[in-house]
């Protein structure tokens, strides 16, 4: 029936020169067709404000609330919301049709003849109700398809010339008599089916893009992920946090005093600088110090729950030092030692009043330079795992598990002149020491968000092996003023205990570190932290000077060394502590 129909309409339409637009069987026609009675009042014409200007009138259509008007000025506009579609062309005046049968429920229409401008105007709505249309010769002013809804103009012509070459199966299509034009100077158009025009569809929404929740700030870090910047800048900065992080940050700590022997004192001059009247003026506590440093911390997430990472970060050389030239009429200065052979406090004279170099002598005065100086530095490089054991959207709670190696070095070096007329002396004392940790790590990490801020805090505990080594060396002079100087084996300091010493011991090393986190973009953070360490059994250099001294062997080139100085492993403490400043990377 609705084939025959089609059929029929067409050839109504090819004789009579007359457009019409009709519908699905049960639902609301216009035109002169077959089980209709026209009982319409027809409104005279209008005057045409140009040619082929149509007006249409009122049309009550069953199912519509009221009547619907279809205006139409020189473009064959069509107006209706709901399942009717009106299609006028030519000067037709279109008056009130009431069918003579009641239509089933379901409405569906059918539009034959609308010229792409129209289709682009119909909503889905309306569209969705559309059978397949047929190809149809009309009449319609030039007019140029310009419509949002387009998905891709070129390949929708290229899908409607590929219908018009090879329609589908079962499906007739007429073809009109080829004309160019009308009397009336309008353009013969022939019109492809509505679905070569590729609507996009009003109901599916273009699907976002997923963003991860590594950003920490929720919706209200915006920026981000916006695809608009094309610049390599702008999408470094303004990407979508993914699966890796990259962490950098400026160190400032400041690691703990080191204890050690007094080894420079100073007293009034005239007096000798022994202890414990003398004053300390380097060792007995060697000075900890702000030092800068680096951090780096990477990694990627290999599941959901599961990622890898690295870090690395190194300290400066924490200094302290000290230097004089005094002079004897000014002040006393010397290096302070127990004398195991006269069983005293003792000190190697570097200015004062006396004529040697050790014991308080009276002569004609004597003088001298010093220099001394303590370093430490330190390093460290991690590779961990992260297993995330609480996830939502304000709280992260991660498992951290991995390898871990510190190293830390200290250094202690002390050298003096003294100038004894007609004597020289000259003593270099150098303690190296060497930590190094191998072992693994345990902890937990936890991250609190609101808005733009996240708390993180990490603590945990490296637990292994701690190689500890000794290096001393030493080195004297003793010579006339203007001789050529020659060294001779052992210091002040380091005589007979000169060497290299190694021993392991298990350790332990505790970290904490707290950050602020501020986010300005989706995937970058400034922060700020602090963090603290502590190293357990290590060997620290001013710790392994043993200020038991027989002099006599370095005052006399070439004696054989006593048992004072002697050697003995001493473990120590040292901690580390400061603030953090970076940046936080998530891609």
């Given at each position: 029936?609705?084939?025959?129909?089609?059929?029929?309409?067409?050839?109504?339409?090819?004789?009579?020169?007359?457009?019409?637009?009709?519908?699905?069987?049960?639902?609301?026609?216009?035109?002169?067709?077959?089980?209709?009675?026209?009982?319409?009042?027809?409104?005279?014409?209008?005057?045409?404000?140009?040619?082929?200007?149509?007006?249409?009138?009122?049309?009550?259509?069953?199912?519509?609330?009221?009547?619907?008007?279809?205006?139409?000025?020189?473009?064959?506009?069509?107006?209706?919301?709901?399942?009717?579609?009106?299609?006028?062309?030519?000067?037709?005046?279109?008056?009130?049709?009431?069918?003579?049968?009641?239509?089933?429920?379901?409405?569906?229409?059918?539009?034959?003849?609308?010229?792409?401008?129209?289709?682009?105007?119909?909503?889905?709505?309306?569209?969705?109700?559309?059978?397949?249309?047929?190809?149809?010769?009309?009449?319609?002013?030039?007019?140029?398809?310009?419509?949002?809804?387009?998905?891709?103009?070129?390949?929708?012509?290229?899908?409607?010339?590929?219908?018009?070459?090879?329609?589908?199966?079962?499906?007739?299509?007429?073809?009109?008599?080829?004309?160019?034009?009308?009397?009336?100077?309008?353009?013969?158009?022939?019109?492809?089916?509505?679905?070569?025009?590729?609507?996009?569809?009003?109901?599916?929404?273009?699907?976002?893009?997923?963003?991860?929740?590594?950003?920490?700030?929720?919706?209200?870090?915006?920026?981000?992920?916006?695809?608009?910047?094309?610049?390599?800048?702008?999408?470094?900065?303004?990407?979508?946090?993914?699966?890796?992080?990259?962490?950098?940050?400026?160190?400032?700590?400041?690691?703990?005093?080191?204890?050690?022997?007094?080894?420079?004192?100073?007293?009034?001059?005239?007096?000798?600088?022994?202890?414990?009247?003398?004053?300390?003026?380097?060792?007995?506590?060697?000075?900890?110090?702000?030092?800068?440093?680096?951090?780096?911390?990477?990694?990627?997430?290999?599941?959901?729950?599961?990622?890898?990472?690295?870090?690395?970060?190194?300290?400066?050389?924490?200094?302290?030092?000290?230097?004089?030239?005094?002079?004897?009429?000014?002040?006393?200065?010397?290096?302070?030692?127990?004398?195991?052979?006269?069983?005293?406090?003792?000190?190697?004279?570097?200015?004062?009043?006396?004529?040697?170099?050790?014991?308080?002598?009276?002569?004609?005065?004597?003088?001298?330079?010093?220099?001394?100086?303590?370093?430490?530095?330190?390093?460290?490089?991690?590779?961990?795992?992260?297993?995330?054991?609480?996830?939502n959207k304000n709280c992260k709670v991660d498992f951290l598990s991995g390898y871990s190696h510190l190293n830390l070095e200290d250094v202690l070096r002390i050298s003096s002149r003294t100038i004894a007329n007609p004597s020289d002396y000259r003593f270099h004392d150098t303690f190296e020491t060497r930590n190094q940790f191998n072992g693994g790590q345990l902890g937990f990490e936890l991250a609190l968000t609101e808005g733009r801020l996240t708390f993180r805090s990490m603590t945990k505990v490296h637990l292994g092996n701690m190689n500890q080594r000794v290096f001393i060396d030493g080195s004297h002079s003793v010579t006339f003023l203007g001789d050529p100087v020659d060294y001779y084996d052992g210091g002040l300091l380091a005589q007979g205990n000169q060497g290299t010493y190694e021993r392991n011991k298990f350790a332990f090393i505790p970290e904490v570190n707290f950050k602020l986190e501020y986010c300005t973009r989706k995937n970058v953070k400034l922060t700020l932290g602090y963090s603290f360490l502590y190293f357990d059994n290590v060997a620290l250099a001013g710790s392994q000077v043993d200020r038991n001294i027989d002099p006599f062997p370095v005052l006399v080139p070439g004696s054989a060394f006593s048992?004072?100085?002697?050697?003995?492993?001493?473990?120590?403490?040292?901690?580390?502590?400061?603030?953090?400043?970076?940046?936080?990377?998530?891609?």
């Open positions: 029936m609705k084939s025959k129909l089609r059929r029929l309409t067409l050839a109504a339409l090819l004789i009579s020169n007359t457009s019409m637009t009709f519908a699905e069987d049960g639902a609301t026609t216009v035109g002169d067709l077959p089980e209709y009675e026209v009982n319409s009042k027809v409104i005279p014409a209008f005057p045409a404000a140009g040619p082929s200007t149509n007006h249409v009138g009122d049309l009550n259509f069953i199912g519509a609330d009221g009547p619907n008007t279809v205006s139409d000025l020189g473009s064959n506009y069509v107006t209706d919301d709901g399942s009717n579609v009106v299609s006028d062309l030519g000067t037709n005046v279109v008056g009130d049709v009431v069918p003579s049968f009641t239509p089933a429920g379901e409405r569906g229409t059918v539009v034959i003849g609308l010229a792409p401008s129209m289709l682009t105007d119909v909503p889905e709505s309306a569209r969705s109700n559309f059978v397949e249309a047929v190809p149809l010769p009309i009449i319609t002013p030039r007019t140029t398809v310009v419509s949002d809804a387009l998905i891709d103009p070129s390949e929708v012509a290229a899908a409607a010339d590929s219908a018009s070459d090879s329609p589908k199966a079962g499906t007739k299509t007429s073809k009109a008599e080829e004309k160019t034009s009308t009397p009336d100077d309008m353009e013969i158009v022939t019109v492809q089916p509505f679905q070569a025009i590729g609507f996009k569809s009003e109901s599916t929404p273009e699907p976002e893009s997923k963003i991860t929740t590594n950003c920490d700030c929720g919706d209200s870090c915006d920026g981000g992920c916006d695809s608009s910047h094309h610049s390599r800048l702008g999408r470094l900065f303004d990407g979508c946090p993914d699966d890796s992080w990259l962490s950098t940050e400026f160190l400032l700590w400041h690691t703990q005093d080191r204890d050690s022997p007094a080894l420079i004192a100073t007293s009034p001059a005239g007096t000798f600088p022994v202890l414990p009247d003398a004053q300390v003026v380097f060792g007995d506590k060697l000075e900890g110090e702000f030092s800068g440093g680096f951090r780096l911390d990477t990694g990627k997430y290999l599941t959901d729950n599961f990622a890898v990472g690295a870090r690395f970060w190194i300290l400066a050389n924490n200094n302290d030092s000290f230097y004089a030239d005094p002079r004897p009429d000014q002040i006393s200065m010397g290096r302070p030692f127990f004398n195991t052979v006269f069983g005293i406090e003792d000190s190697l004279a570097i200015s004062g009043p006396g004529s040697s170099i050790i014991g308080n002598a009276v002569g004609t005065g004597i003088e001298g330079t010093i220099w001394a100086e303590s370093a430490v530095n330190m390093w460290a490089a991690e590779a961990y795992t992260r297993l995330r054991l609480n996830c048992d004072n100085p002697s050697f003995t492993f001493n473990d120590s403490g040292m901690w580390v502590q400061g603030l953090d400043f970076g940046v936080r990377w998530d891609f």
